[in-house]
């Protein structure tokens, strides 16, 4: 069960709940043994928080970020965000939720190599019917405002490890979503790199982005506004 402290999140009293975990939970069956992947968590996050998921392997951080993503189905509880409980959304609306409100990080990028920069932005856009212009106008002020403004037409072969991330980062901000899941982020990265890319979600967070990232670096999560550490499938609010 997490313990959930009032008033050390580091975001002031009143401010925006943006998700609600409750009493979440995910169990395996592996043969006729259950496997407890995650047990009964429960996170309240507000809005801009920058929230670091820490813990072993195998210890239920990635199993949190499926469900959270909707990737997975969960045994037991809720998960409320931005007013939306994902739990009981019917399997044919998911898609749309994830577009509308969840933005992906992915540690190796999962960026489209025959595509540039600009198109992998604009491409997340087309599946939400947003204009062409408007698209092509969101994906190049992204790509501008993380740096990458002479790398608009680059494909991902072209660019480095850092810039890939930096294009991966605009497309999941480009469907302006509620919340922003960063799986290893900076796991691919070296350690000037790893501090740029942290600078960049510390800013989105001030400006009132909310960032989850599950990440093994230490560095990483106390750069964080608050750190959650999993272990058998149990939370702790550190």
């Known amino acids: 069960m997490s313990a959930e402290k009032s008033g050390t999140d580091g975001h002031k009293d009143g401010q925006k709940v943006i998700m609600k975990v409750e009493n979440l939970s995910k169990t395996y069956i592996r043969g006729k043994i259950p496997v407890h992947a995650l047990r009964c968590a429960c996170i309240t996050v507000r809005k801009g928080e ?96 993380l740096g990458l403004g002479d790398r608009l037409n680059h494909k991902p072969t072209e660019l480095s490890g850092g810039e890939q991330q930096r294009v991966s980062i605009a497309r999941a901000l480009a469907n302006r979503p509620a919340l922003i899941l960063a799986d290893e982020p900076t796991g691919e990265v070296d350690s000037k790199t790893r501090d740029s890319i942290v600078r960049i979600f510390k800013e989105l967070s001030e400006k009132g982005q909310t960032i989850l990232v599950v990440t093994h670096d230490p560095e990483v999560a106390k750069e964080c506004s608050r750190a959650l550490q999993i272990t058998d499938g149990l939370i702790k609010d550190n």
């Not at 019917?90 to 898609?95: A, F, H, I, Y």
């Not at 577009?99 to 920069?117: C, V």
Request: glycine fraction near 8%.
């Open 50 to 145: 920058f929230l670091a998921i820490m813990g072993p392997s195998g210890s239920g951080k990635s199993t949190l970020l499926a469900l959270i993503g909707t990737l997975e189905k969960a045994t037991d509880g809720k998960i409320i965000l931005d007013g939306t409980d994902l739990t009981s959304v019917p399997e044919k609306l998911l898609p749309r939720v994830r577009r509308e409100k969840i933005g992906f990080i992915f540690q190796h990028y999962n960026l489209i190599p025959t595509l540039s920069a600009l198109e992998n932005v604009e491409l997340a856009m087309r599946f939400s019917r947003v204009p062409k212009k408007d698209r092509r106008d969101r994906a190049k002020t992204l790509l501008e405002d």
